[in-house]
């Protein structure tokens, strides 16, 4: 299995960060893959082959740590492509909610 569960939705509050400016603020880390919980059940094909995927977006993933649960609330298409490359781990921003 790659993730730890395939979510629809966000189970979480509103933490109101919208923009790549306010992401930009939270220090990327390393994840592992199978400690993920998606928040989305589809994934773009168009987004997973693009070769210019994160041209206009934010390089790294953005993650929401809830109650002691990793939710992978945007970047899915460059999580799977990493579990496609065998690479369990992936760099993203992770946002602490208490």
Do not use: C
Not at 38 to 51: I, R
Not at 81 to 86: C, P
């Amino acid at each position: 299995m790659i993730f730890k569960a395939v979510g629809e939705g966000r189970p979480y509050p509103d933490h109101g960060l919208v923009t790549p400016k306010q992401w930009a603020q939270v220090s990327p880390r390393q994840v592992r893959l199978d400690e993920l919980v998606t928040t989305k059940k589809t994934l773009n094909l168009d987004s997973l082959l693009s070769d210019d995927s994160t041209f206009y977006g934010d390089l790294f993933a953005h993650v929401v740590q809830y109650k002691g649960v990793l939710y992978l609330e945007d970047g899915l298409h460059r999580a799977v492509r990493a579990a496609l490359h065998q690479r369990p781990i992936l760099h993203a921003r992770v946002l602490v909610i208490t």
